[in-house]
C-alpha cells in the first residue's frame, strides 16, 4: 500500500539543465510534504518542504510545485550540478500525525558534466 | 562534530541472535525515531520518542524494542532476530514532532542477518 509513489527509479540530466523529480501521493489527508537528499553511506538530508496552502515554494535553486488535485508534486532543480547526483525521497504527513513522515521509494538523480 | 551517529555502521549476525543499534544526537533535540529502509528502498517509520516518552509505535514485531536512557539517545533492540530483518535503520532527530520540525538522520546501520 504505497501511499506516496516515485514512479520513476532513475533520471539522468546535463550539468546546467532543469531536473524535475515527479511524486504522488494517494492518501488526500496529506497537507505536509518534504523532499529529502542522500548520498551513499550517508542518511537522508532535508531538502526543502512546501505545506498544502502553498502551490509552489522555492528556494536557491530548489522549488516544489504541488497540485493539489492531481495529488502530485514536483521538484525542480535550476540549474542543476554534478554535486546534485544523489537519490530524491518525497516524503508526506499530515497535521496531527505526530511528525510521522511516509516516504517514497526514492529517485536517483545523475547529472552529467 | 557529528550530528546523529549510529554504531555500529555494520552488523553481521546470524538468525536467532540478539543485537543492539545505538543512536546518539548532539543537537539538543527533544524527538527521536528509528527507521527501517528494507531492500524495496521504502524508508519506514518505526518508532518515535518525545522527552524520553514513546509517541508513535508502528506495526513493528515486539521482537524490536527501543530503550531511550536520555533525551540525547535511542537504542534499538531486536531479539531473535530474523533474515527479514536485513535492512538499513536510520536514526534521526528532530526539535519537536510537529510538520515543521525538521528530521536529522544518521547515517545508517547496515544489519545483515545470515
Known amino acids: 500500500d504505497q501511499q506516496v509513489k516515485q514512479n520513476s527509479p532513475s533520471l539522468s540530466v546535463q550539468e546546467g539543465r532543469i531536473s524535475i523529480l515527479n511524486c504522488d501521493y494517494t492518501?488526500?489527508?496529506?497537507?505536509?510534504f518534504l523532499w529529502y537528499k542522500k548520498y551513499p553511506a550517508e542518511g537522508p538530508t532535508f531538502l526543502i518542504s512546501i505545506s498544502s496552502i502553498k502551490d509552489k515554494n522555492e528556494d536557491g535553486r530548489f522549488t516544489v510545485f504541488l497540485n493539489k488535485s492531481a495529488k502530485h508534486l514536483s521538484l525542480h532543480i535550476v540549474p542543476s550540478q554534478p554535486g546534485d547526483s544523489a537519490v530524491y525521497f518525497c516524503a508526506a504527513s499530515f497535521t496531527g500525525a505526530n511528525s510521522k513522515l511516509t516516504f517514497g521509494k526514492g529517485i536517483t538523480l545523475s547529472v552529467r558534466p | 562534530d557529528t550530528a546523529v551517529s549510529q554504531t555500529p555502521k555494520y552488523l553481521v549476525t546470524q538468525m536467532g541472535n540478539d543485537k543492539s543499534i545505538k543512536c546518539e544526537q548532539n543537537l539538543g533535540h527533544d524527538t527521536m525515531y528509528w527507521y527501517k529502509q528494507d531492500s524495496k528502498k521504502f524508508l519506514k517509520i518505526m518508532f518515535s520518542?518525545?522527552?524520553?516518552?514513546?509517541?508513535i509505535n508502528e506495526t513493528v514485531p515486539n521482537r524490536f524494542s527501543p530503550k531511550s536512557p536520555d533525551k540525547a539517545h535511542l537504542n534499538l533492540h531486536i531479539n531473535s532476530l530474523e533474515l527479514g530483518d536485513s535492512a538499513v535503520y536510520f536514526c534521526?532527530?528532530?526539535?519537536?514532532?510537529?510538520?515543521?520540525?525538521?528530521?536529522?538522520f544518521g547515517p545508517g546501520t547496515r544489519l545483515t542477518v545470515l
Open positions: 520518542y518525545n522527552n524520553k516518552e514513546l509517541i
Open positions: 492518501n488526500s489527508m496529506f497537507d505536509y
Open positions: 534521526a532527530s528532530s526539535q519537536g514532532f510537529f510538520l515543521e520540525d525538521t528530521q536529522y
